[in-house]
């Protein structure tokens, strides 16, 4: 079946580590999607990338990084110069350009990865 | 930053209609207005949009004022399990999301 794989589902991490979270996705969508949730608060937007080789800056993308060398892969590096990094994050993607009624910019979300800072 | 707004919270009675609103005013002309809701600790789940007709599908009806600036989302006979948090979006907004709704359906 078709969808988006995010991996690890929980993780921990010490100050000052890096780590970097998985998104792959095999939905041969253009389009794919980073944001951060902390609880009780909405999703914020860290990257997105509308095409290989090529990625935007989100709200928040301060200690955060981000590569698209193929077009099903969107991994996420938390650096240790992100603050705060404990929090749930969330990995999307669509098609990218929206067509009339194709409904192109429909997300299909992945699971989440929970990260802890100890 | 998110450009749509919704209501914080709402609750709704089980067995009843559950309507949910969104204002978009900043929604320009060729752009859709999506829902999704999140149950909690999970991915969001896309649940219904539209461009300017009313929609419906096997979860939702979906209602846009003929301005386009706000909508309502419809769950006819909401269920305990449709709590959750709602987002609404328009896709002139690189997919940004705001805080949503969090509906509690109480028996």
């Known amino acids: 079946d078709g969808g988006i794989t995010q991996s690890p589902k929980y993780l921990f991490r010490k100050e000052g580590q890096n780590v970097t979270l998985s998104c792959e996705q095999n939905?041969?969508?253009?389009?794919m999607y980073w944001y951060r949730q902390d609880p009780g608060q909405g999703l914020r937007l860290i990257y997105y990338?509308?095409?290989?080789?090529?990625?935007q800056k989100g709200d928040i993308a301060e200690g955060y990084s981000v590569s698209r060398e193929k077009k099903e892969s969107f991994p996420l590096t938390v650096t240790s110069a992100q603050k705060n990094p404990t929090a749930f994050y969330l990995c999307?993607?669509?098609?990218?350009?929206?067509?009339?009624?194709?409904?192109?910019?429909?997300?299909?979300f992945g699971a989440g990865s929970r990260l802890t800072v100890l | 930053d998110a450009k749509t707004t919704q209501p914080p919270s709402m609750d709704c009675a089980e067995g009843r209609a559950a309507n949910l609103p969104c204002n978009h005013s900043?929604?320009?002309?060729?752009?859709?207005v999506y829902w999704y809701r999140q149950i909690h600790s999970q991915g969001p789940q896309y649940i219904i949009h539209?461009?300017?007709n009313n929609e419906t599908n096997e979860m939702a009806s979906l209602i846009i004022t003929e301005d386009r600036k706000s909508s309502t989302l419809i769950l006819p006979h909401a269920t305990l399990r449709d709590t959750a948090v709602y987002y609404c979006i328009d896709s002139n907004n690189d997919m940004r999301f705001g805080a949503g709704t969090r509906l509690t359906v109480k028996p």
């Open positions: 939905l041969n969508h253009d389009a």
């Open positions: 900043t929604i320009s002309g060729n752009e859709y």
């Open positions: 999307a993607s669509n098609a990218g350009t929206p067509t009339s009624r194709s409904g192109a910019n429909v997300l299909t």
């Open positions: 990338s509308q095409i290989v080789n090529d990625f």
């Open positions: 539209g461009l300017k």
